[in-house]
């Protein structure tokens, strides 16, 4: 873990904070610092953790993703997203293929993420 300082200034700050048992202070300072350092607080719910969750990019270009630009209109954002998700859709994956199944799930996703990052960022839902 590249993160070290939450957990220092937790356990300065836990035996400054509880001068009646500095023992217990740096012990409850540590454990808020090292939640501060694994990101608990950063309010990343339901993002994947580990190496998924390294494996993509933190903030895609969700135009990018559906091949459009910034000043595409909506209905052309719309038509975009419709074209590529019955393109990568799982279910159009025949057979017991699971790899290709695998894979069109996880463009899918990108697709459905992207979409719903341009509608929150133009104010629709």
Known sequence: MNRWYGKLIGVVLGIALLRFNPLFGALVGLLIGHAFDSGWFSGARGRPKGRAADERAPREDPYAVL???????????????????????????????????????????????????????????
Do not use: C, M
């Open 67 to 125: 091949g459009v630009g910034p000043e595409a209109s909506d209905a052309e954002i719309e038509r975009a997203y419709r074209r590529l998700i019955s393109r990568h859709h799982p279910d159009r994956v025949g057979g017991d293929a699971s790899e290709p199944r695998r894979q069109a799930a996880t463009r899918a996703g990108e697709i459905n993420r992207a979409y719903k990052r341009i509608k929150t960022l133009r104010g629709r839902r």
